[in-house]
C-alpha cells in the first residue's frame, strides 16, 4: 500500500526538506508553493502545545499557539502493530443477565469509561419482541446496571445518549403518519423513566413530513446530545419525556462536522445550525449553540465587518468575516463564545473537526490554526478534495476521494514535514482507532469487507481481520471492548504476550 513516483507531468509536492511526495488522484494543478512556517511544539495534557516562528522576514519571537493535535490518553493506550486478542475482563450474556440466544449487543453510548449497550433479540429467537440496555465500567468490566427491557422494542428501533446518564430509545411507527413509542432511561440508576407514545422519527426515515427528526450532537455512539430537525423551522432540544424544548432557527440539519464513535477528540460541546434562506431569506446568520441548553453563543461581528459561514472544531469555533464585500479572515473563539484569536487573508473556512483549517484562496493553499487561532501549518491546496483528520500530531489530507483508492498525505504539526501518502479509509463512518502510528480502518472495497490496520509512516498493513465472521470490536475511550465467542462474551482486548 506504499505510494508510487508521480506519473510525469503531474503534480508532485514541493519540499525540498523531505522526498517528494506523490501525486494521488486528479487534482487541479494550482501551482507549487513553498511551506512558509516551522512549527515547534511539546507534547501537554489535552493535547500539543505549539510555538511558531513565522520565516519570511517576521519577527522570529515565538507565540504561545494554544492546543493542537488530539489529547494523547484518547489514543488507544497499546501498540496494534499485532492484532489485539482478548486480555482482561471478560463479560458473557448469562452474566449479564440476557437470554441465553441473545448477543451481547453493540455500544450506543458511554460516559467517560462507562459504555451503554443495547440488545435487539427477534420473536423467533427470544420467544418475545423485546430489547435490553444495559452498562458496563470498560475499566474492570463490571456491570453498572443490569438489563432493562423496552418491552415491545421493535429492531428498526434505535436509542441514543441524550446527555450524561439519559438515554432516549425509539420504536418509531411503520408509517410516517403512525405514532411510535419512546423511552427515557435513567443510566445512573438503570431503570426507565418514561415510557410515552411520540411522532419522533430517526433521521433519514419518515420521508419528507413536518414530523422531527432524531439528530445527533457530540459524538455518535459516544457522549452525544440528542436534537429534534423540523423542516421550515430549525433544530429543537429533546426534554425528559422526549418532548421538543428550546429552540434554535434555521436549518433543520446541524451544519456541526460529524463526529464518530472512534473520534481521538473529547464530544464536542458546540454545535452550529445554517440558516434557512428559503424560509427566511435576510438571516444569513450562521448559529453556534450549546448542545446541553440551546443556549445561543453566536457573537456580534466587530464594528464594520459581517460574519459569514462558521465551524466548530475542537476546543471552540470560527467566523469568517468581511469588510465592505472584502473576505477579510477568520475570528477564533473559545467554548464560552470569548474571542481568543484572529487570522487574516482570503480565507475560507473548512470543515476540520479537530484541527480548525482554511483555504487561502488567493495563495492557493491550506492554512491549519490551533484552537485560539495562531498559524500551525500552511500546505499547497493541490486539489478540491478538502477532508482532514488529525490523529495525535499528525495531520492528514485527502488527496484521492472515497473509494478503493482513496488515499491521505501525513504531515508533522510538530515540525511541519511532509509524510507518505497512504491508500487509507479515514473518513468519519470507517475510521475505528488508533494508537498514534497504527490505524484501523473498515474497508468496504474489500470483498468481503474487512477492518485493516496499516502503519500510517510506511503504508504498511500490518493485519486485517473479516467484517463479517472475524473479531468485533469497538473503541470506548482508550481501550477496545471485543465481541467473542460468536458474539456471547465481551472482552477486554490488548496486544499480544
Known amino acids: 500500500m506504499s505510494d508510487s513516483p508521480a506519473a510525469p507531468g503531474k503534480f508532485q509536492w514541493d519540499q525540498p526538506e523531505v522526498p517528494p511526495a506523490p501525486k494521488v488522484g486528479q487534482p487541479r494543478r494550482w501551482g507549487r508553493w513553498a511551506l512558509v512556517i516551522a512549527v515547534v511544539a511539546v507534547i501537554v495534557a489535552g493535547g500539543v502545545t505549539a510555538l511558531v516562528w513565522r520565516t519570511r522576514g517576521a519577527d522570529p519571537t515565538p507565540v504561545q499557539a494554544g492546543s493542537i493535535g488530539t489529547p494523547p490518553e484518547l489514543l488507544i493506550d497499546f501498540a496494534l502493530n499485532r492484532q489485539p486478542v482478548p486480555k482482561g475482563w471478560t463479560l458473557s450474556a448469562a452474566e449479564i443477565g440476557l437470554p441465553p ?107 419528507a413530513g413536518p414530523e422531527p427528526k432524531l439528530r445527533q450532537l457530540g459524538a455518535v455512539k459516544n457522549e452525544s446530545r440528542l436534537v429534534a430537525g423540523v423542516k421550515g423551522q430549525g433544530l429543537y432540544g429533546i426534554g425528559a419525556q422526549g418532548e421538543l424544548t428550546w429552540h434554535i432557527p434555521g436549518s433543520d440539519v446541524p451544519a456541526s462536522p460529524e463526529i464518530a464513535s472512534g473520534e481521538d477528540i473529547p464530544a464536542p460541546t458546540l454545535a452550529m445550525a445554517a440558516p434557512n434562506l428559503a424560509a427566511n431569506p435576510s438571516d444569513t446568520r450562521y448559529r453556534v449553540f450549546s448542545v446541553a441548553d440551546g443556549r445561543d453563543l453566536t457573537p456580534q461581528p466587530p464594528p464594520g465587518t459581517t460574519f459569514d459561514k462558521a465551524t466548530v472544531c475542537n ?70 478534495v478538502t477532508k482532514f483528520r488529525t490523529i495525535g500530531t499528525k495531520l492528514y489530507i485527502q488527496t484521492r476521494e472515497s473509494g478503493p483508492d482513496e488515499s491521505w498525505q501525513q504531515w508533522d504539526l510538530q515540525t511541519g514535514t511532509a509524510g507518505p501518502t497512504c491508500k487509507a479509509h479515514l473518513q468519519p463512518l470507517d475510521y475505528v482507532a488508533s494508537d498514534g502510528t497504527i490505524a484501523i480502518w473498515l474497508d468496504p472495497y474489500q470483498s468481503p469487507g474487512i477492518k485493516a490496520a496499516v502503519d500510517l509512516n510506511t503504508c504498511q498493513t500490518v493485519w486485517t481481520t473479516p467484517v463479517f465472521g472475524g473479531e468485533n470490536f469497538e473503541k470506548v475511550g482508550n481501550r477496545l471492548i471485543g465481541s467473542v465467542d460468536e458474539g456471547k462474551t465481551l472482552a477486554e482486548l490488548g496486544a499480544p504476550a
Not at 451481547?104 to 467517560?112: K, L
Not at 479572515?329 to 475560507?348: E, K, P, S
Open 315 to 384: 476546543g471552540g469555533f470560527a467566523y469568517e468575516f468581511s469588510t465592505g464585500l472584502q473576505k477579510s479572515g477568520v475570528l477564533f473563539y473559545d467554548t464560552n463564545g470569548t474571542q481568543v484569536g484572529r487570522a487574516d487573508g482570503t480565507l475560507y473556512l473548512l470543515t476540520s473537526a479537530e484541527t480548525p483549517a482554511a483555504l487561502d484562496l488567493k495563495n492557493r493553499r491550506w492554512r491549519f490554526f490551533s484552537s485560539t487561532g495562531q498559524p500551525v501549518l500552511s500546505v499547497p491546496a493541490t486539489t478540491e
Open 101 to 207: 440466544e441473545a448477543t451481547t449487543g453493540s455500544v450506543f453510548a458511554r460516559n467517560g469509561q462507562i459504555a451503554y449497550y443495547l440488545v435487539g433479540c427477534s420473536r423467533e429467537k427470544c420467544g418475545e419482541k423485546n430489547s435490553w440496555v444495559y452498562g458496563v465500567d470498560t475499566a474492570t468490566g463490571a456491570l453498572t446496571f443490569p438489563p432493562v427491557t423496552l418491552p415491545g422494542y421493535n429492531l428498526i428501533g434505535d436509542c441514543y445518549g441524550n446527555g450524561p446518564g439519559v438515554a432516549l430509545c425509539l420504536a418509531q411507527g411503520k408509517q410516517p403518519s403512525e405514532q411510535g413509542t419512546v423511552w427515557i432511561i435513567d443510566l445512573d440508576h438503570g431503570k426507565i423513566t418514561f415510557t410515552g407514545p411520540s411522532n419522533l422519527r430517526h433521521a433519514g426515515t419518515g420521508g
